[in-house]
Structure formats: structure tokens, C-alpha cells
């Protein structure tokens, strides 16, 4: 079989990628520091069925992204431009984002602390034996760990922050955590970036819920109305509360002069007989009071009526036996 050139494997790449990017709208822009070629296949393996994975220089990915671009008018495809820096790969997907972003995830391995290499996290060393022998101190003290002699091994007194996120590994460190058999970090792709027809947001954004979003939006609408309502610019938000504030100055006006209109007058009978308020709030207690009560003056007035209406068809509802 002829091998391909580095031309035709270049026009090969291009054709793929531009395929990849009219067939599918959302993409996922993904870190791929020391991330080895198995742990690649396995990422793969995992995502066959709805999503590509794609890795490749940044040049030839820029630049198949604008002759795309020029040749079919999608301008929304050059988002993708500012984010393809440094180590990155691109995930082609039909699935659900964050379904896909969490199947990611899954697939990172554990690496040893290798000398030079900037640190992800901390590293904390765990109190305990650590199994080495006496000989071993040296380790130790010259990164200043507490330690004792406990049966003829090594014992870690206190735990220990042994390097801190963003520091360089250095030699005496690994040193230490290759004897320990410690492997502190883990690595794999990592999601930086998220397509999605055009739109380009960060991946914290998957990790909302229904809830969270519909709080945010409630937020988003109380600062619209109170916008709207300190500038009386209507809105739809602002509309009821505006109503209802010039119904209250028309209602203000009414009270305190002649004009009156349906709705103020009932305002008005209670402010010129102030005991009607009275015998509103001891209607309300009353039908506020227990379902035992109600249900025996009920029965009280049904027997009531009944004695009446009997009366009545005596005398033929004649006014007979009135009395003068």
C-alpha cells in the first residue's frame, strides 16, 4: 500500500474536518495535556455511536475552520477560533452535552509526580507507616516531615503539603512519592469550551439545573420590574405593578376630594361610617371560626325556616293570625 504524503494527508484532515462541522452543531473543545494514545482510543471507544473526537494541530484546524467558513457563509464557525490554543482537541457530538461531558470524565488515568511538571492540585502526604526503613530518612528531612521510628520502618507523624497547586514538582518530591507508591494526579481531557450552534459558553453552564435556572430567571425578571417601574418605562413585568400604583393615586384622589368613581365607592362608605370596619372584621372571624359550629347554626336556621314556612301555608299567607 502507497503511503499517503504530508499534502494528501493535510487535504484528507481538512475534508474530514469540514465534514465533522456540517454534520454536527455542537462541539466540545477539550484540553488534552498528557493524555497518552490509549487513554485516547478508550475516550473514543466510549463516545462511538454520537461523537468524534478530532485532535490536530491548531494551524491546520484554524485553518480548514476559515476556508470553511469563506466557502459556505458560516461565519458562526469562526467562534471556534479564539479557542483552539494550546493543547486541544474537538468533540463532535448529537448527544446531550453534558451526558457527553460526564462520559469524558470517566476516562482519566492516574500519573506519578514526574520532576518539572506543574502540579494540578494539591499534594497532601497522609499520616502512617510508609514501610521504608530507617535509611530512608534523609527523604524527609529535607522536606521537613515529622517522622518517627515505629518498628524498625518509617512513620509519618502529621500530614503533610507536600506541593501545592501550581508549583513545579521538584526532584526530592518525586523521589518521595514514586517510593511511597503515590501517583497523585490523574489526567484527561477536560472540557474548557462549549459550542453550540454559534454560541460558545463555558462548561459550568452544563452543570445547571431546571431549578437553578428558573431562580435565575425569576432574579433576571425582579430586577427588569424594578428597572422599569424606577424609570416608568412599561414593560410586560412592569405593567401589573404600574396599574396598580395609579389605581392607589386615583383612589388617594377620590378620598380626598368629590370625584369618586365604582371602585372608590365602597372605600368611601367604610371612611365616612368607621364602624362598618367592625362588623367587617367580625364577619370575617366568623366564617373563620370551627366547621362544627357552622354546620349547627346551619342546622339551626334550616329548622328555623322550615317552623316559618309551615306557619305560612297555616294561614294561607294571608297575614290571619297577625296581631294588631
Given amino acids: 500500500m502507497v503511503k499517503a504524503t504530508k499534502a494528501e494527508k493535510k487535504i484528507a484532515y481538512d475534508a474530514k474536518l469540514c465534514q465533522l462541522i456540517d454534520e454536527y ?8 495535556d498528557n493524555v497518552g494514545s490509549t487513554q485516547l482510543q478508550n475516550i473514543r471507544k466510549g463516545l462511538r455511536g454520537d461523537s468524534v473526537v478530532l485532535m490536530g494541530k491548531n494551524t491546520m484546524m484554524k485553518r480548514s475552520v ?19 490554543q494550546g493543547n486541544v482537541g474537538l468533540i463532535f457530538t448529537k448527544g446531550d452535552l453534558k451526558e457527553v461531558s ?33 535509611s530512608q530518612t534523609s527523604f524527609f528531612q529535607v522536606l521537613n516531615i515529622p517522622t518517627k521510628i515505629n518498628k524498625g520502618t518509617v512513620e509519618i507523624i502529621t500530614p503533610v503539603e507536600l506541593i501545592k497547586q501550581g508549583d513545579k514538582v521538584g526532584s526530592s518530591e518525586a523521589a518521595l512519592l514514586a517510593k511511597l507508591g503515590i501517583r497523585p494526579f490523574s489526567y484527561g481531557l477536560v472540557v474548557q469550551s462549549v459550542y453550540d450552534n454559534g454560541s460558545v459558553f463555558s462548561p459550568e453552564v452544563l452543570d445547571l439545573t431546571e431549578d437553578q435556572l428558573v431562580e435565575k430567571f425569576a432574579s433576571g425578571i425582579s430586577m427588569v420590574t424594578s428597572l422599569a417601574l424606577a424609570v416608568s418605562y ?12 395609579a389605581y392607589k393615586n386615583v383612589l388617594a384622589i377620590a378620598v380626598a376630594t368629590d370625584y369618586t368613581f365604582p371602585q372608590a365607592e365602597k372605600v368611601k362608605e367604610f371612611l365616612k361610617d368607621p364602624s362598618k370596619f367592625v362588623v367587617a372584621a367580625a364577619a370575617v372571624s366568623a366564617d373563620a371560626g370551627g366547621g362544627g359550629a357552622a354546620q349547627s347554626g346551619g342546622a339551626a336556621k334550616v329548622e328555623e325556616k322550615k317552623e316559618e314556612s309551615d306557619e305560612e301555608d297555616y294561614d294561607g299567607g294571608f297575614g290571619l293570625f297577625d296581631e294588631e
Fill in 25 to 32: 452543531t455542537q462541539i466540545l473543545v477539550v484540553a488534552a
Fill in 66 to 84: 476559515r476556508i470553511h467558513s469563506e466557502n459556505t457563509g458560516n461565519t458562526a464557525v469562526l467562534n471556534l477560533l479564539p479557542l483552539l
Fill in 102 to 134: 460526564e462520559e469524558v470524565a470517566k476516562y482519566k488515568v492516574g500519573a506519578p509526580a514526574r520532576v518539572g511538571l506543574v502540579a494540578p492540585i494539591d499534594v497532601v502526604v497522609q499520616p502512617g507507616n510508609t514501610g521504608l526503613d530507617p
Fill in 234 to 245: 412599561p414593560t410586560l413585568a412592569a405593567a401589573p405593578h404600574m396599574f396598580i400604583n
